[in-house]
């Protein structure tokens, strides 16, 4: 079982799994299980079900049948779960975005948060491009999520507003300029690049964009500091060239 360690340990996305694993399985006869834990077990099944096949299949072309062979489950039981397709999708999604969410917010914290924020920015980040590198079949949905349609569209705006949270530590930021447009702006060019890897086929090489992204999100915020550097660096190359 693929699963990262570190900040999130204990936190599985969808996909991870594959809904027949002996131990996940449901036998015939007497039962220690109430039928709660019963339904939450072929839930998770299904959610993994559902992340496979939208993986292999796209949106489109993932069938009910497929999930429901996918993860070991009867089409009624399917039903007993969710209304349908559209349904299943958004709860994986919701579901495993929350997980990635936490995760951030577990590693930004214990990265320094306000005390350190360039720090915890990239310690957020970091768990954000390993969860999805380790777990291909998840970060597809970062992509297929917007086949779905208009229900697909709210799930993915409740993503990236959940993301404003870790700019509540950050510097001002340049004058005059609207900072709830400058946080939403900076939220979409970090989606736009994770997704653009994945739908090119490259989520394994997403760690890969950490200075990058880094880069994208400090950089409106601690433009002062930047510019001054930036500022020193000039100075020095023309003293260099007149010597």
Known sequence: MN?????????????????REPERSLRPGPRRLTPEQVASRQRERLLDGVARTVAANGYAGAR???????????????????SGKEDAVIAAYLG??????????????AGGGAAAWPTAVRAGL??????????????????????????????????????RRFFADAPPGPAGVDRSELVDTVVGAVHAAVHRAVDEGRSG????????????????????DFAGEIGRQAVSAHQLTRE
């Open 126 to 163: 970091r768990v954000l491009l390993s969860l999805l590198a380790q777990n291909p079949a998840f970060a597809v949905m970062v992509v297929e999520i917007e086949c779905v349609g208009p229900a697909g569209r709210r799930a993915r705006a409740e993503l990236l507003a959940s993301f």
């Open 64 to 82: 009910i049948s497929d999930i429901c062979r996918a993860a070991g489950v009867t089409r009624p039981v399917f039903y007993e779960l969710f």
């Open 96 to 109: 495993g975005t929350r997980i990635v969410v936490r995760a951030m917010e577990q590693a930004y914290d």
């Open 3 to 19: 699963v990262v360690r570190g900040a999130e340990d204990g936190l599985v996305l969808p996909g991870t799994r594959t809904g």
């Open 205 to 224: 090489d997403l760690p890969g964009l950490l200075d990058s992204l880094v880069h994208v999100v400090l950089a409106p915020f601690v433009q002062v």
